[in-house]
């Protein structure tokens, strides 16, 4: 999974990206007049595949993983494409919000307003969208003048409906589309079709925000949002496990922010993880909701899915409450299921296969 984090300059971006990495990329003023992206990938966090790695010593303990890319600061109003070709590819957008106020650090519109900033980036990667579909539409137009084509007059269509939803100042992730036209927009790559997560970049004097979050906030369609102190978290990043418990205990919070923000664009997509265990290796992988076992069969490996016969499956519940896979045999609780089972979040498979 692919995930991009854009905003304004000066609003915490790559603050966020390094809590994230616990890195150490540049950030501030000079930093938003960078060219290349800073790129780093990201262990998922999951205590379930902690314990299960506790459980059977493997070699290896394997987390899901996220790559973030984070793009240089976006200038309203100054032209995208080159800073946003970095996140055409990604899965979702991480749009960082600044919601801090430091007189150190001015706002690139002088102001600091979250829901204005949300507003006028959306429009950027709107506008990015029109200028994408109106070279498409052109190039579609002469080709259509030479030769009939039906593909290409529904492409046509589609591009006509895309263009006016965008000019009304919607972007296109509210547009409600069918199977066809999924095929489409994963073809043209827009940018506001993509999943949006709006990440609040609070100061340390509103930390009550993250213990009490707006249980009123009405999201619009594809879209979520988590709160990240920014600073703080920045702090926190460095510290060993458990002074990080302490430390967040002390705060009154459950998770740290890069969690939070990982769990959030979970939620988004709609992902789950399932498991695999064994002496050589304990897994994490990353699915869809609702992925069959045969195609959960072929993210492990593709011969998996070519030649599968049966998943033997078992929940993560399953082992904490009896404690090992032969105790679960004992007690007939594990399953064979065939290729259409609708594989769960927490599900530990054993592939049986005939390759």
């Excluded at 990938?41 to 973030?68: C, G, M, Q, W, Y």
């Excluded at 589609?158 to 000019?167: D, P």
Aim: glycine share 8%; hydrophobic share 40%; charged share 30%.
């Amino acid at each position: 999974m692919k995930a991009g984090i854009i905003g304004l300059p000066s609003v915490g971006k790559t603050t966020i990206f390094n809590v994230l990495m616990q890195g150490k990329a540049a950030a501030g003023p000079h930093a938003g007049r960078r060219l290349e992206p800073n790129v780093g990938i990201v262990k998922v966090p999951d205590a379930r595949l902690d314990f299960l790695s506790s459980k059977f010593n493997p070699e290896k303990t394997t987390h899901a993983t996220v790559e973030f890319v984070d793009v240089q600061g976006l200038v309203r109003g100054k032209g995208q494409d080159m800073a946003l070709a970095p996140v055409r590819t990604v899965d979702a957008l991480a749009h960082v919000v600044r919601a801090f106020q430091d007189e150190s650090v001015p706002h690139s519109e002088g102001s600091v307003d979250p829901d204005r900033d949300k507003r006028n980036l959306d429009y950027e990667l709107m506008l990015a969208d029109i200028a994408s579909i109106e070279k498409r539409m052109e190039r579609l137009g002469k080709d259509l003048k030479k030769v009939k084509s039906a593909p290409l007059e529904k492409e046509f269509a589609y591009l006509q409906r895309a263009k006016a939803w965008l000019e009304s100042e919607k972007p296109l992730r509210e547009m409600e589309v069918g199977e066809d036209g999924k095929k489409l927009v994963k073809g043209f790559a827009f940018l506001s079709e993509k999943p949006m997560i709006y990440v609040e970049n609070i100061g340390e004097d509103q930390l009550d925000r993250l213990r009490h979050p707006d249980a009123h906030t009405t999201l619009r369609p594809n879209t979520e949002q988590t709160i990240i102190c920014g600073k703080l978290e920045a702090e926190m990043a460095e510290l060993p496990d458990e002074e990080l418990k302490t430390f967040l205990a002390d705060y009154g919070l459950a998770q740290a922010g890069a969690e939070r923000l990982i769990r959030t664009t979970y939620r988004l997509l709609g992902l789950i993880s399932f498991f695999t265990v064994g002496e050589e290796e304990c897994r994490a992988w990353t699915i869809t909701r609702g992925t069959n076992a045969q195609n959960a069969a072929g993210v492990i490996h593709t011969d998996l899915a070519d030649h599968f016969i049966r998943a033997e499956v078992c929940h993560y519940e399953d082992i904490t409450r009896h404690g090992s896979m032969q105790a679960l045999k004992e007690k007939g609780l594990l399953r064979l299921e065939g290729k259409e089972y609708p594989v769960k979040d927490g599900d530990i498979l054993t592939i049986r296969h005939s390759g």
